[in-house]
Protein backbone atom coordinates (compact mmCIF):
# COMPACT_ATOMS: atom_id res chain seq x y z
CA UNK A 1 0.00 0.00 0.00
CA UNK A 2 1.19 3.45 -0.75
CA UNK A 3 0.39 6.89 1.03
CA UNK A 4 1.29 10.12 -0.08
CA UNK A 5 3.12 12.35 2.16
CA UNK A 6 3.12 16.32 1.73
CA UNK A 7 5.74 18.22 2.30
CA UNK A 8 4.23 21.01 5.01
CA UNK A 9 7.20 23.34 5.63
CA UNK A 10 10.96 24.03 5.48
CA UNK A 11 12.38 26.94 7.26
CA UNK A 12 15.42 28.21 8.98
CA UNK A 13 14.55 29.35 12.73
CA UNK A 14 16.03 32.45 14.43
CA UNK A 15 14.93 34.40 17.13
CA UNK A 16 12.60 36.70 14.89
CA UNK A 17 10.68 33.53 14.00
CA UNK A 18 10.66 31.54 17.01
CA UNK A 19 7.61 29.37 16.05
CA UNK A 20 7.46 26.29 14.34
CA UNK A 21 4.46 25.29 12.53
CA UNK A 22 1.79 23.34 14.04
CA UNK A 23 3.57 23.44 17.44
CA UNK A 24 2.81 26.24 20.12
CA UNK A 25 6.27 26.68 21.00
CA UNK A 26 9.03 29.26 21.52
CA UNK A 27 12.61 28.84 20.52
CA UNK A 28 15.31 30.84 22.34
CA UNK A 29 19.27 30.70 21.48
CA UNK A 30 21.34 29.84 24.78
CA UNK A 31 24.53 31.91 23.04
CA UNK A 32 25.16 34.74 21.28
CA UNK A 33 23.88 34.82 17.58
CA UNK A 34 23.56 38.00 15.11
CA UNK A 35 19.66 38.95 15.99
CA UNK A 36 18.81 36.86 12.58
CA UNK A 37 21.07 34.36 12.83
CA UNK A 38 20.25 31.07 12.20
CA UNK A 39 19.21 28.60 15.63
CA UNK A 40 17.89 25.47 13.28
CA UNK A 41 16.53 24.26 10.67
CA UNK A 42 12.85 22.37 10.64
CA UNK A 43 11.45 20.15 8.01
CA UNK A 44 7.53 19.12 8.00
CA UNK A 45 5.88 16.59 6.02
CA UNK A 46 2.25 15.15 6.45
CA UNK A 47 0.17 12.06 5.29
CA UNK A 48 -3.20 11.15 6.13
CA UNK A 49 -3.35 12.33 9.77
CA UNK A 50 0.25 11.41 10.76
CA UNK A 51 2.76 14.64 11.03
CA UNK A 52 6.47 14.02 10.87
CA UNK A 53 8.67 17.08 12.14
CA UNK A 54 12.53 17.19 12.25
CA UNK A 55 14.76 19.90 13.77
CA UNK A 56 17.84 19.72 13.77
CA UNK A 57 19.68 22.70 15.80
CA UNK A 58 22.71 24.60 15.64
CA UNK A 59 23.03 26.24 18.74
CA UNK A 60 22.29 25.33 22.11
CA UNK A 61 18.51 26.25 22.33
CA UNK A 62 15.67 26.56 25.13
CA UNK A 63 12.09 25.60 24.20
CA UNK A 64 9.00 25.88 25.44
CA UNK A 65 5.16 25.52 24.38
CA UNK A 66 2.75 22.90 24.16
CA UNK A 67 3.12 19.82 21.83
CA UNK A 68 0.43 19.66 18.85
CA UNK A 69 -2.84 19.39 20.42
CA UNK A 70 -5.41 15.91 19.23
CA UNK A 71 -1.74 14.37 18.85
CA UNK A 72 0.01 11.69 20.71
CA UNK A 73 3.67 13.01 19.82
CA UNK A 74 6.74 10.10 20.07
CA UNK A 75 10.19 12.58 20.34
CA UNK A 76 12.90 10.19 19.39
CA UNK A 77 16.36 12.37 19.01
CA UNK A 78 19.21 11.01 17.09
CA UNK A 79 21.36 8.34 19.18
CA UNK A 80 24.59 9.70 18.64
CA UNK A 81 25.80 9.81 22.52
CA UNK A 82 24.16 13.14 22.87
CA UNK A 83 21.67 14.07 25.87
CA UNK A 84 19.28 16.73 26.23
CA UNK A 85 16.67 17.61 28.90
CA UNK A 86 12.63 17.25 29.19
CA UNK A 87 10.90 19.29 31.78
CA UNK A 88 13.20 18.44 34.23
CA UNK A 89 14.55 15.29 33.23
CA UNK A 90 17.87 14.37 31.47
CA UNK A 91 17.05 11.85 28.52
CA UNK A 92 19.32 9.47 27.54
CA UNK A 93 21.10 8.18 23.98
CA UNK A 94 18.72 5.53 22.98
CA UNK A 95 15.75 6.90 24.54
CA UNK A 96 12.13 7.86 23.36
CA UNK A 97 10.08 10.98 24.61
CA UNK A 98 6.66 9.93 24.46
CA UNK A 99 3.90 13.05 24.80
CA UNK A 100 0.05 13.37 25.37
CA UNK A 101 -1.96 15.93 23.23
CA UNK A 102 -1.23 19.87 24.25
CA UNK A 103 1.14 18.71 26.84
CA UNK A 104 3.78 21.72 28.10
CA UNK A 105 7.24 21.02 27.71
CA UNK A 106 10.80 22.80 28.46
CA UNK A 107 13.80 21.35 26.65
CA UNK A 108 17.00 22.29 26.23
CA UNK A 109 19.04 21.17 23.69
CA UNK A 110 22.72 21.35 23.04
CA UNK A 111 24.15 22.37 19.98
CA UNK A 112 24.03 19.88 17.04
CA UNK A 113 21.22 17.87 18.59
CA UNK A 114 18.48 16.49 16.40
CA UNK A 115 15.16 15.01 16.90
CA UNK A 116 12.18 13.74 14.81
CA UNK A 117 8.96 14.26 16.07
CA UNK A 118 6.29 11.67 14.89
CA UNK A 119 2.61 12.92 15.97
CA UNK A 120 0.02 10.16 15.41
CA UNK A 121 -3.77 11.80 15.82
CA UNK A 122 -5.61 10.72 19.33
CA UNK A 123 -7.76 8.62 17.88
CA UNK A 124 -5.77 6.71 15.75
CA UNK A 125 -3.07 5.34 18.66
CA UNK A 126 -6.37 5.20 21.21
CA UNK A 127 -8.10 3.05 18.33
CA UNK A 128 -4.59 1.23 17.93
CA UNK A 129 -4.12 0.84 22.05
CA UNK A 130 -7.61 -0.51 22.66
CA UNK A 131 -7.70 -3.07 20.31
CA UNK A 132 -4.86 -4.89 22.32
CA UNK A 133 -7.17 -3.85 25.48
CA UNK A 134 -5.46 -0.43 26.45
CA UNK A 135 -8.25 1.95 27.32
CA UNK A 136 -7.59 6.18 28.04
CA UNK A 137 -7.11 4.78 32.03
CA UNK A 138 -4.58 2.51 30.87
CA UNK A 139 -3.13 4.82 28.19
CA UNK A 140 -2.62 7.23 31.67
CA UNK A 141 0.01 4.55 33.17
CA UNK A 142 1.87 4.23 30.07
CA UNK A 143 5.51 5.66 30.79
CA UNK A 144 6.26 8.80 29.05
CA UNK A 145 9.99 7.95 28.67
CA UNK A 146 11.13 4.74 26.80
CA UNK A 147 14.10 3.10 25.68
CA UNK A 148 14.36 0.93 22.31
CA UNK A 149 16.89 -1.26 21.22
CA UNK A 150 19.39 0.70 19.05
CA UNK A 151 18.51 -1.32 16.04
CA UNK A 152 15.07 -0.75 16.16
CA UNK A 153 15.90 3.49 17.01
CA UNK A 154 18.38 3.44 14.10
CA UNK A 155 15.61 2.02 11.63
CA UNK A 156 13.02 3.80 12.93
CA UNK A 157 14.84 7.16 13.02
CA UNK A 158 16.10 6.24 9.33
CA UNK A 159 13.27 5.71 7.38
CA UNK A 160 11.06 8.46 8.85
CA UNK A 161 14.18 11.26 8.74
CA UNK A 162 14.11 10.44 5.27
CA UNK A 163 10.24 11.41 4.72
CA UNK A 164 10.46 14.42 7.12
CA UNK A 165 13.67 15.71 5.01
CA UNK A 166 12.15 14.91 1.64
CA UNK A 167 12.43 17.81 -0.65
CA UNK A 168 8.56 17.27 -2.72
CA UNK A 169 5.85 15.60 -1.81
CA UNK A 170 6.23 11.91 -2.36
CA UNK A 171 4.30 8.31 -2.93
CA UNK A 172 6.22 5.83 -0.76
CA UNK A 173 5.12 2.86 1.10
CA UNK A 174 3.03 3.07 3.87
CA UNK A 175 5.57 3.03 7.13
CA UNK A 176 3.03 2.05 9.97
CA UNK A 177 4.58 -1.49 10.20
CA UNK A 178 7.36 0.62 11.93
CA UNK A 179 5.44 2.94 13.86
CA UNK A 180 3.21 0.04 15.23
CA UNK A 181 6.44 -1.36 16.12
CA UNK A 182 7.33 1.18 18.37
CA UNK A 183 3.64 1.40 19.89
CA UNK A 184 4.57 -2.53 20.85
CA UNK A 185 7.69 -1.19 22.66
CA UNK A 186 5.56 1.30 24.73
CA UNK A 187 2.83 -1.19 25.35
CA UNK A 188 5.74 -3.68 27.20
CA UNK A 189 6.93 -0.50 29.24
CA UNK A 190 3.35 -0.65 30.93
CA UNK A 191 3.99 -0.65 34.83
CA UNK A 192 7.94 -0.77 34.33
CA UNK A 193 9.94 1.96 34.92
CA UNK A 194 13.53 2.51 33.18
CA UNK A 195 16.69 1.87 34.45
CA UNK A 196 19.28 4.40 36.38
CA UNK A 197 22.76 4.75 36.01
CA UNK A 198 25.10 6.41 38.76
CA UNK A 199 26.25 9.77 37.06
CA UNK A 200 29.80 10.60 37.90
CA UNK A 201 29.50 13.65 40.45
CA UNK A 202 30.42 16.45 37.87
CA UNK A 203 27.68 15.29 35.72
CA UNK A 204 25.34 14.90 39.05
CA UNK A 205 25.65 18.57 39.55
CA UNK A 206 25.42 19.17 35.62
CA UNK A 207 21.96 17.40 35.60
CA UNK A 208 20.64 18.82 38.71
CA UNK A 209 21.41 22.59 37.03
CA UNK A 210 20.03 21.74 33.76
CA UNK A 211 17.32 20.30 35.57
CA UNK A 212 16.67 22.97 37.62
CA UNK A 213 16.36 25.16 34.62
CA UNK A 214 13.93 23.35 33.15
CA UNK A 215 11.85 23.13 35.81
CA UNK A 216 11.85 27.21 35.70
CA UNK A 217 13.92 27.46 39.20
CA UNK A 218 17.12 29.15 37.48
CA UNK A 219 17.26 32.48 39.74
CA UNK A 220 19.19 31.56 42.69
CA UNK A 221 21.73 29.31 40.69
CA UNK A 222 24.94 30.04 41.21
CA UNK A 223 28.24 28.34 40.26
CA UNK A 224 30.18 28.72 43.72
CA UNK A 225 26.83 27.49 45.40
CA UNK A 226 26.46 24.61 42.90
CA UNK A 227 30.19 23.60 43.80
CA UNK A 228 29.82 24.33 47.36
CA UNK A 229 26.34 22.23 48.05
CA UNK A 230 27.97 19.31 45.98
CA UNK A 231 31.41 19.58 47.06
CA UNK A 232 32.83 19.69 43.45
CA UNK A 233 35.64 21.57 42.46
CA UNK A 234 34.29 24.96 39.66
CA UNK A 235 36.68 22.99 37.61
CA UNK A 236 35.18 19.79 37.54
CA UNK A 237 32.17 21.62 36.74
CA UNK A 238 33.56 23.84 33.91
CA UNK A 239 35.13 20.97 31.98
CA UNK A 240 31.30 19.52 32.68
CA UNK A 241 29.69 21.96 30.78
CA UNK A 242 32.08 22.54 28.20
CA UNK A 243 32.00 19.00 26.72
CA UNK A 244 27.80 19.08 27.10
CA UNK A 245 27.13 22.98 25.79
CA UNK A 246 30.45 24.34 24.67
CA UNK A 247 29.94 27.27 27.06
CA UNK A 248 31.19 27.16 30.51
CA UNK A 249 28.44 27.01 33.62
CA UNK A 250 28.12 30.93 34.76
CA UNK A 251 27.67 31.92 30.77
CA UNK A 252 25.08 29.12 30.79
CA UNK A 253 22.86 30.29 33.33
CA UNK A 254 23.39 34.25 32.33
CA UNK A 255 21.98 33.26 28.81
CA UNK A 256 19.37 31.39 30.40
CA UNK A 257 18.02 34.01 32.37
CA UNK A 258 18.45 36.24 29.48
CA UNK A 259 16.66 34.16 27.05
CA UNK A 260 13.62 34.19 29.39
CA UNK A 261 13.84 37.68 30.69
CA UNK A 262 13.30 37.83 26.48
CA UNK A 263 10.10 36.07 26.88
CA UNK A 264 8.68 37.78 29.19
CA UNK A 265 9.36 41.13 27.75
CA UNK A 266 8.04 39.53 24.46
CA UNK A 267 4.92 38.34 25.86
CA UNK A 268 4.21 41.52 28.03
CA UNK A 269 2.17 43.45 25.66
CA UNK A 270 -0.40 45.28 28.75
CA UNK A 271 3.00 47.60 29.39
CA UNK A 272 2.02 46.84 33.20
CA UNK A 273 5.03 45.10 34.24
CA UNK A 274 8.26 47.18 34.88
CA UNK A 275 11.59 46.19 32.76
CA UNK A 276 13.18 45.90 36.24
CA UNK A 277 10.50 44.06 37.80
CA UNK A 278 11.27 40.98 35.19
CA UNK A 279 14.96 41.87 35.43
CA UNK A 280 14.77 40.69 38.96
CA UNK A 281 12.21 37.81 38.31
CA UNK A 282 14.62 36.10 36.38
CA UNK A 283 17.77 36.42 38.76
CA UNK A 284 19.47 39.94 37.97
CA UNK A 285 20.02 42.38 40.62
CA UNK A 286 21.78 45.25 38.59
CA UNK A 287 20.16 47.40 36.07
CA UNK A 288 22.65 48.83 33.42
CA UNK A 289 24.64 45.33 33.48
CA UNK A 290 21.44 43.53 32.52
CA UNK A 291 21.08 46.01 29.60
CA UNK A 292 24.27 45.89 27.94
CA UNK A 293 24.08 41.33 28.50
CA UNK A 294 20.79 42.11 27.10
CA UNK A 295 22.08 43.79 24.22
CA UNK A 296 25.31 41.93 23.39
CA UNK A 297 22.81 39.04 22.99
CA UNK A 298 19.68 40.00 21.50
CA UNK A 299 21.34 43.39 19.62
CA UNK A 300 18.73 45.57 21.10
CA UNK A 301 17.85 47.08 24.34
CA UNK A 302 15.06 45.43 26.75
CA UNK A 303 13.22 48.57 26.29
CA UNK A 304 13.25 48.47 22.23
CA UNK A 305 11.76 44.75 23.03
CA UNK A 306 9.02 45.76 25.26
CA UNK A 307 7.83 48.66 23.04
CA UNK A 308 8.06 46.64 19.96
CA UNK A 309 5.87 43.47 21.73
CA UNK A 310 3.53 46.11 23.01
CA UNK A 311 3.42 48.14 18.86
CA UNK A 312 2.25 44.77 17.43
CA UNK A 313 -0.41 43.92 20.33
CA UNK A 314 -2.23 47.15 19.36
CA UNK A 315 -1.81 46.80 15.69
CA UNK A 316 -3.33 43.39 15.95
CA UNK A 317 -5.86 44.69 18.05
CA UNK A 318 -6.71 47.30 15.74
CA UNK A 319 -6.67 44.50 12.75
CA UNK A 320 -9.27 42.58 14.67
CA UNK A 321 -11.40 45.58 15.40
Known amino acids: MEVAWEVLSKFELNKINGNIGHWDVDVQPLELCQLEGKIATVCQVQDSGYMLTHVAFILNSSHKGKTPCSFYTFSIPMNDGRVFWHNGRSVLPGQVIVQKPGSEFNVITPAGFEVLHISVPSQELERCLGAIGLDKLGIERLP ?108 FLKTIRLTNARRKLTSNTTGRTQIAAIMHSVGFSHVGQFARDYRKMFGELPSKTLLQAQTMRKRDKFITG
Open 144 to 251: DILSLPEEQLEAVWEEYTKLATARTSLQVRDKSEKFHQLISAWVARYGLKEKTTNPTAAKKVFRACLEAVTRDEYQDLTVRGLCDRYQLSRRSLEVEFREALGVGPAA
